[in-house]
């Protein structure tokens, strides 16, 4: 069974940073792309970045490039997301995705980001 | 960026009622199409992939069709646990953009 665990949400203050985590099983972790998807409270999907299945690839909004990370570890099937410089619109749910190809196909249950003073 | 109009942005229908959703694709983006529907406090689940490719597991009530570049979600007899937020979702080009979403609810 296809598992996926965001961990590392919270409370953090603006331009302040912090780095999400998620913890795959079930499936070969290194066959697989990735993404984060972000959803603001009452709002709805937005996309935030994707990564090959091997890291060599990476692809960001525009709105968080600059400022995020999005990396792999493959040895221990975890994806990782760094938040730099947080602004208030980045308050979100942020899920992790299994993206095969272009879509994203399990969901992790998400964890929350809140940027505020 | 491509934009994703999804219409109605909510709807109210009976069990066993036909339901459809629509996404108007402001480009061409071939089959790079799917769908998702969203229950309360839970994470999104995939339907349908490549337009009208039915994901493992997802009843078959549910499908999926093209017309151009208008893109449809079809349950053919509402089930009392169909009712959520759908969404669909472009991936012919980045950034990949989604819907706004078509809340739907039992009457």
């Known amino acids: 069974e296809v598992q996926l665990v965001e961990s590392g949400g919270g409370l953090v203050q603006p331009g302040r940073s912090m780095k999400l985590s998620c913890a795959a099983s079930?499936?070969?972790?290194?066959?697989?792309?990735m993404a984060w998807v972000r959803q603001a409270p009452t709002k709805g999907l937005e996309w935030v970045a994707t990564i090959s299945y091997d890291g060599s690839s990476t692809y960001y909004r525009d709105s968080v490039k600059g400022r995020f990370t999005i990396s792999r570890d493959n040895a221990k099937s975890t994806l990782y997301l760094q938040m730099n410089s947080l602004r208030s619109e980045d308050t979100a749910t942020y899920y992790c995705t299994r993206a095969p190809y272009w879509y994203f196909d399990f969901w992790g249950p998400g964890t929350m980001v809140t940027v505020s003073s | 960026d491509i934009q994703m109009t999804q219409s109605p942005a909510s709807l109210s229908a009976s069990l066993e009622e036909i339901v459809t959703i629509t996404c108007q694709a402001s480009?061409?983006?071939?089959?790079?199409l799917a769908w998702y529907q969203q229950k309360p406090g839970k994470s999104p689940q995939l339907l349908i992939y490549?337009?009208?490719s039915l994901a493992d597991g997802v009843p078959s009530r549910f499908s999926g069709s093209r017309s151009g570049t208008q893109y449809s979600l079809k349950i053919s007899r509402l089930q009392v646990e169909d009712p959520g937020i759908y969404y669909c979702l472009q991936g012919y080009s980045a950034p990949w953009t989604f819907g706004g979403g078509t809340k739907l609810e039992l009457k």
């Open positions: 490549g337009a009208t």
């Open positions: 480009q061409d983006i071939g089959n790079w």
């Open positions: 079930g499936f070969t972790f290194s066959n697989y792309g």
